[in-house]
C-alpha cells in the first residue's frame, strides 16, 4: 500500500493531540486500520456490534456519575469527567465531548479507555489508533473485555 503523508501528518503529533493518534507505531495509518479489521474478521465480530458494546460501556459509565460500574462479567467502567471538546483529526468530524471512560479486568488487572472520539474514529474511520497511544482501543482487548460474542 502507498503510504499516505498527509494521513500521517494528521494523525501524528499537534497542538491539539498532545502525543497524537499514532502513539510509538510504525506502520503507516492505513496498514493499522488494515490489521484493526482483519483482527475483527478472524475473531468472527462485527464491526457495528463492537461499536454499540463500546458505546454502551461508555454510557454506563457516564451514567455512574465516577462511581466504578460492572458492564460485563467481572468487569467495571468508571467514567472520568473533562470539561470541554477535543476536535478531531479528521475535519468534517467536527467535536467530540471530552471525557473518558476506563474499562478494567477486576481479576487481571487489564484496561483500555474509551473516549467519545476514539468511538467516532472507529465507527467514520474504522481507526482504533496505534499502538502506544493512550487511547488505542485494540480490538482483542475490546472484544475479550466487553465479552462480545461472534456474530
Same mark, same amino acid.
Given at each position: 500500500?502507498?503510504?499516505n503523508?498527509d494521513?500521517?501528518?494528521l494523525?501524528?503529533p499537534?497542538?491539539f493531540?498532545?502525543?497524537?493518534?499514532?502513539?510509538?507505531?510504525?506502520?503507516?495509518?492505513?496498514?493499522?486500520?488494515?490489521?484493526d479489521? =482483519?483482527t475483527?474478521k478472524?475473531?468472527?465480530?462485527?464491526?457495528?456490534?463492537l461499536?454499540?458494546?463500546?458505546?454502551?460501556?461508555?454510557?454506563?459509565a457516564?451514567?455512574a456519575?465516577?462511581?466504578p460500574?460492572d458492564i460485563?462479567?467481572g468487569v467495571?467502567?468508571?467514567?472520568?469527567e473533562?470539561?470541554?471538546k477535543?476536535?478531531?483529526?479528521?475535519s468534517e468530524?467536527g467535536?467530540? =465531548?471530552?471525557?473518558e471512560? /476506563?474499562i478494567?479486568?477486576k481479576?487481571?488487572g487489564e484496561?483500555?479507555?474509551?473516549?467519545p472520539l476514539?468511538?467516532?474514529?472507529?465507527?467514520r474511520?474504522?481507526f482504533? =489508533?496505534?499502538?502506544?497511544?493512550?487511547?488505542?482501543?485494540d480490538? =482483542?482487548?475490546i /472484544?475479550?473485555l466487553?465479552?462480545i460474542?461472534?456474530k
Amino acid at each position: 500500500m502507498k503510504p499516505n503523508t498527509d494521513l500521517k501528518v494528521l494523525l501524528g503529533p499537534s497542538k491539539f493531540s498532545s502525543t497524537g493518534y499514532l502513539g510509538i507505531d510504525t506502520r503507516e495509518p492505513e496498514d493499522i486500520i488494515k490489521e484493526d479489521l =482483519q483482527t475483527l474478521k478472524n475473531l468472527g465480530i462485527d464491526r457495528k456490534k463492537l461499536i454499540a458494546a463500546l458505546r454502551n460501556a461508555y454510557v454506563a459509565a457516564e451514567r455512574a456519575m465516577g462511581n466504578p460500574v460492572d458492564i460485563a462479567d467481572g468487569v467495571s467502567a468508571v467514567h472520568h469527567e473533562a470539561r470541554g471538546k477535543i476536535s478531531s483529526p479528521f475535519s468534517e468530524d467536527g467535536t467530540c =465531548q471530552k471525557g473518558e471512560a /476506563v474499562i478494567t479486568d477486576k481479576k487481571s488487572g487489564e484496561t483500555f479507555i474509551i473516549t467519545p472520539l476514539s468511538i467516532m474514529l472507529i465507527e467514520r474511520h474504522d481507526f482504533f =489508533q496505534g499502538k502506544g497511544s493512550p487511547y488505542r482501543t485494540d480490538p =482483542q482487548v475490546i /472484544v475479550k473485555l466487553l465479552g462480545i460474542k461472534e456474530k
